[in-house]
């Protein structure tokens, strides 16, 4: 069984801390999702990462994912109240069930002003 | 319509009754999955339509579990003699193909008393 193992599960900084939250495996993937969800809604995709050692940045989130494609990070600058919320990643399968996506159980942020 | 659409947004039935949960996907996607999360816990897969192919049922916990879609089109999740550890929300998300990420709807939040 593929796992995506997410941490910390919880995290609770000040506004203006950086973060940086882990999503590890030890299957590799043929890409890596980052997801946000607000409490009441669903989650919303921040990024796919599809090369070993890529970067990606999105304002002030940067995410990678490892050489092997096995695992992946997401580091906030700065954090602010309005990045509060649950970070889920999820990875893509070669082929398979699930529709190709494997979820991990998410970092629950919480940023206090 | 621009988004995912579930509906209703929330659900409180009785132990024993069934209930319907309604998706209507982003027009044009072909995959449609439905996904279960507990109160504080991660997405745990539930079945995978692609297009006309026979579905992914293989995360349904029970034979009390079912869901249909018409075409790529809407999808309905049917939950029979309710119980309540099926209380959560039930997300359904949409994809076009390839490794694009899923659009998520609102969810349904299923409360069995």
């Known amino acids: 069984t593929q796992l995506l193992e997410q941490s910390p599960q919880f995290l609770s900084i000040q506004e203006g801390e950086n973060l940086t939250v882990y999503c590890n495996s030890s299957?590799?993937?043929?890409?890596l999702q980052w997801y946000r969800q607000e409490p009441g809604e669903g989650p919303v995709l921040l990024v796919t990462?599809?090369?070993?050692?890529e970067v990606k940045k999105l304002k002030r989130l940067t995410f990678q994912f490892g050489d092997a494609r096995k695992d992946s990070s997401l580091h906030i600058t700065a954090a602010q109240p309005g990045d509060t919320g649950l970070y889920l990643c999820?990875?893509?399968?070669?082929?398979?069930?699930?529709?190709?996506?494997?979820f991990g159980k998410g970092t629950k942020l919480s940023v206090k002003p | 319509g621009a988004g995912v659409s579930q509906s209703p947004s929330n659900k409180v039935t009785e132990k024993g009754k069934d209930v319907e949960l309604r998706c209507d996907p982003i027009?044009?996607?072909?995959?449609l999955y439905w996904y279960r999360q507990r109160l504080g816990q991660g997405l745990e897969f539930l079945i995978y339509?692609?297009?006309?192919?026979?579905?992914?049922k293989s995360g349904l916990p029970s034979d009390r579990f079912s869901a249909e879609r018409t075409g790529e089109s809407v999808s309905t999740l049917t939950i029979q003699r309710t119980q309540q550890e099926d209380s959560a929300v039930y997300l359904c998300?949409?994809?076009?193909?390839?490794?694009?990420?899923?659009?998520f709807g609102s969810g349904t939040r299923l409360t069995v008393v």
């Open positions: 998300a949409s994809r076009f193909t390839g490794i694009q990420g899923y659009t």
């Open positions: 299957s590799v993937f043929s890409s």
């Open positions: 990462v599809v090369t070993g050692g």
């Open positions: 999820a990875g893509g399968k070669y082929g398979g069930s699930q529709g190709n996506l494997i």
């Open positions: 027009s044009g996607h072909t995959a």
């Open positions: 339509f692609q297009g006309n192919s026979a579905p992914d």
